[in-house]
């Protein structure tokens, strides 16, 4: 029969509690002597839980102030690899912005050397014409 301290399970508890209020647990931690049982394992999957989750709440975070020139963490969690994809396509969403602005300055420095925009007939736009 497996036996277990309480104070174990208050661990495993208060790091379950730090996250459903939004805050970032620490990996638990057990004494070295602690015997590999059950709760030794489910301490371990927990942790590596705990440090993808706030591998995943960092990502988020940068993301949300607008910061997307960083390399994301690795994880193999589904949020992870969802918030890496939505990094990626804001990062080309920008680029491609940068890029027809880029070109739509290029076109309005054209227009301006030419004396601005002109109709198909040739009179510029905007022009007073002869006999109105």
Same mark, same amino acid.
């Given at each position: 029969m /497996? ?5 174990d399970?208050d661990k495993? !508890?208060?790091?379950?509690?730090l996250?459903? =209020? @939004?805050? =970032?647990?620490?990996?638990?931690? /057990? ?11 489910? $301490? ?7 440090n ?10 940068t ?16 949020? $992870? ?12 969403l !920008?680029?491609? !912005?940068?890029?027809i ?6 076109v309005t420095?054209? $227009?301006d050397?030419?004396? @601005?925009?002109?109709?198909? @007939?040739?009179?510029?736009? @905007? ?6």
């Amino acid at each position: 029969m /497996l036996h277990v301290k309480e104070e174990d399970i208050d661990k495993i !508890t208060e790091a379950f509690y730090l996250i459903l =209020k @939004g805050k =970032k647990p620490s990996p638990l931690e /057990l004494p070295q002597d602690y015997p590999d049982n059950e709760i030794s394992q489910a $301490v371990s999957y927990i942790n590596k839980f705990i440090n993808e989750y706030n591998n995943a709440t960092d990502l988020i975070y940068t993301i949300s102030r607008g910061d997307l020139d960083f390399e994301p963490p690795g994880g193999k969690m589904l949020i $992870v690899q969802s918030l890496k994809n939505l990094q990626a396509s804001l990062r080309h969403l !920008t680029w491609t !912005t940068q890029q027809i602005a880029k070109d739509r300055r290029q076109v309005t420095s054209l $227009v301006d050397r030419q004396g @601005g925009p002109r109709p198909i @007939g040739g009179q510029r736009i @905007g022009a007073p014409q002869a006999g109105l």
